[in-house]
Protein backbone atom coordinates (compact mmCIF):
# COMPACT_ATOMS: atom_id res chain seq x y z
CA UNK A 1 0.00 0.00 0.00
CA UNK A 2 1.72 3.56 -0.54
CA UNK A 3 2.63 5.99 1.71
CA UNK A 4 -0.35 8.85 2.24
CA UNK A 5 1.49 12.28 1.52
CA UNK A 6 -0.89 15.38 2.67
CA UNK A 7 -0.80 18.38 0.51
CA UNK A 8 -2.93 20.96 1.01
CA UNK A 9 -2.81 24.97 -0.62
CA UNK A 10 -4.36 28.50 -0.65
CA UNK A 11 -5.53 29.74 -3.88
CA UNK A 12 -1.88 31.07 -4.59
CA UNK A 13 -0.76 27.48 -4.55
CA UNK A 14 -3.93 26.07 -6.14
CA UNK A 15 -2.25 25.18 -9.82
CA UNK A 16 1.08 23.81 -7.93
CA UNK A 17 -0.95 21.80 -5.33
CA UNK A 18 -2.79 19.87 -8.54
CA UNK A 19 0.33 19.33 -10.25
CA UNK A 20 2.30 18.29 -7.20
CA UNK A 21 -0.81 15.97 -6.29
CA UNK A 22 0.04 13.84 -9.66
CA UNK A 23 3.39 14.03 -9.28
CA UNK A 24 3.22 12.02 -6.42
CA UNK A 25 1.12 10.14 -8.10
CA UNK A 26 4.10 9.10 -10.41
CA UNK A 27 6.21 8.60 -7.77
CA UNK A 28 4.01 5.83 -5.90
CA UNK A 29 2.29 8.02 -3.07
CA UNK A 30 -1.22 8.07 -2.28
CA UNK A 31 -2.32 12.37 -2.12
CA UNK A 32 -4.38 13.19 0.46
CA UNK A 33 -5.86 16.30 -1.02
CA UNK A 34 -6.96 18.73 1.80
CA UNK A 35 -8.15 21.79 -0.14
CA UNK A 36 -8.01 24.00 -1.64
CA UNK A 37 -10.10 23.06 -4.51
CA UNK A 38 -10.08 26.29 -7.21
CA UNK A 39 -8.49 29.53 -7.34
CA UNK A 40 -11.01 31.35 -4.74
CA UNK A 41 -9.75 33.81 -2.59
CA UNK A 42 -8.80 31.75 0.89
CA UNK A 43 -7.34 31.78 4.28
CA UNK A 44 -3.99 29.80 4.14
CA UNK A 45 -4.01 29.09 8.01
CA UNK A 46 -7.29 26.84 7.40
CA UNK A 47 -5.25 24.62 5.29
CA UNK A 48 -1.83 24.67 7.51
CA UNK A 49 -4.84 23.29 10.43
CA UNK A 50 -6.06 20.78 7.56
CA UNK A 51 -2.80 19.11 6.91
CA UNK A 52 -2.24 19.39 10.38
CA UNK A 53 -5.27 17.37 11.78
CA UNK A 54 -4.68 14.91 9.00
CA UNK A 55 -1.42 14.15 10.76
CA UNK A 56 -2.80 14.04 14.40
CA UNK A 57 -5.33 11.64 13.31
CA UNK A 58 -2.99 9.05 11.40
CA UNK A 59 -4.52 10.05 7.97
CA UNK A 60 -0.88 10.91 6.81
CA UNK A 61 2.82 11.21 8.77
CA UNK A 62 4.29 13.88 5.79
CA UNK A 63 3.25 16.40 4.14
CA UNK A 64 3.36 19.39 1.32
CA UNK A 65 2.12 22.85 1.46
CA UNK A 66 1.84 25.58 -0.90
CA UNK A 67 0.83 29.30 -0.89
CA UNK A 68 1.99 32.30 -2.28
CA UNK A 69 5.61 32.64 -0.63
CA UNK A 70 5.81 29.51 1.20
CA UNK A 71 6.29 31.40 4.25
CA UNK A 72 2.74 32.55 5.81
CA UNK A 73 1.84 28.45 5.25
CA UNK A 74 4.94 27.20 7.01
CA UNK A 75 4.88 29.38 9.98
CA UNK A 76 0.97 28.28 9.90
CA UNK A 77 1.70 25.20 9.96
CA UNK A 78 4.91 25.43 12.74
CA UNK A 79 2.64 26.44 15.13
CA UNK A 80 1.41 22.80 16.10
CA UNK A 81 3.98 21.15 17.82
CA UNK A 82 3.79 17.86 15.85
CA UNK A 83 4.26 19.56 12.67
CA UNK A 84 8.39 20.67 11.50
CA UNK A 85 7.71 22.59 8.06
CA UNK A 86 10.62 23.52 5.94
CA UNK A 87 9.78 26.78 3.61
CA UNK A 88 12.20 25.28 0.65
CA UNK A 89 13.18 26.96 -2.42
CA UNK A 90 15.58 24.48 -4.06
CA UNK A 91 16.82 20.96 -3.73
CA UNK A 92 19.40 21.76 -1.03
CA UNK A 93 16.90 23.40 0.68
CA UNK A 94 14.39 20.67 0.65
CA UNK A 95 17.64 18.14 1.35
CA UNK A 96 18.83 19.91 3.97
CA UNK A 97 15.47 20.64 5.66
CA UNK A 98 15.27 16.69 5.68
CA UNK A 99 18.94 15.82 6.93
CA UNK A 100 19.22 18.18 9.75
CA UNK A 101 15.72 19.09 10.58
CA UNK A 102 13.58 15.97 10.50
CA UNK A 103 11.01 18.13 8.74
CA UNK A 104 7.70 16.16 7.86
CA UNK A 105 6.28 18.97 5.85
CA UNK A 106 7.36 20.78 2.75
CA UNK A 107 6.30 24.39 2.15
CA UNK A 108 6.87 25.67 -1.10
CA UNK A 109 5.99 29.56 -3.01
CA UNK A 110 4.14 29.20 -6.06
CA UNK A 111 4.76 32.86 -6.67
CA UNK A 112 8.55 32.33 -6.36
CA UNK A 113 9.39 28.42 -8.16
CA UNK A 114 8.72 27.20 -11.21
CA UNK A 115 7.41 24.04 -11.45
CA UNK A 116 10.58 21.79 -12.49
CA UNK A 117 12.31 23.30 -9.12
CA UNK A 118 8.66 22.60 -7.22
CA UNK A 119 9.24 18.96 -8.90
CA UNK A 120 13.07 18.47 -7.22
CA UNK A 121 11.76 19.66 -4.01
CA UNK A 122 9.18 16.96 -3.90
CA UNK A 123 11.00 14.25 -4.83
CA UNK A 124 14.42 15.31 -2.91
CA UNK A 125 12.21 15.62 0.16
CA UNK A 126 10.48 12.59 0.04
CA UNK A 127 13.44 10.48 -0.88
CA UNK A 128 16.32 12.18 1.49
CA UNK A 129 16.29 10.51 5.25
CA UNK A 130 17.21 12.34 9.15
CA UNK A 131 20.75 12.01 9.57
CA UNK A 132 20.12 12.08 13.23
CA UNK A 133 23.38 12.47 15.08
CA UNK A 134 24.27 15.67 16.31
CA UNK A 135 21.04 16.72 14.71
CA UNK A 136 18.92 14.89 17.01
CA UNK A 137 19.31 17.12 20.21
CA UNK A 138 18.30 20.12 18.51
CA UNK A 139 15.62 18.60 16.91
CA UNK A 140 14.07 17.29 20.45
CA UNK A 141 14.30 20.86 21.27
CA UNK A 142 11.69 21.58 19.31
CA UNK A 143 9.17 19.11 20.02
Known sequence: MPETIAIASDHAGFDLKQLLAEE???LGFAPLDLGTH????????????????????GRAKRGVLICGTG????????????????????????????????????AMGARLIGTTVARDCLETFLS???????????VAKMS
Open 71 to 106: IGIAIAANRHPHIRAGNCHDATSARLTRQHNDANVL
Open 24 to 26: LKR
Open 128 to 138: TAFEGGRHEQR
Open 38 to 57: DRNSVDYPDFADALAAAFKD
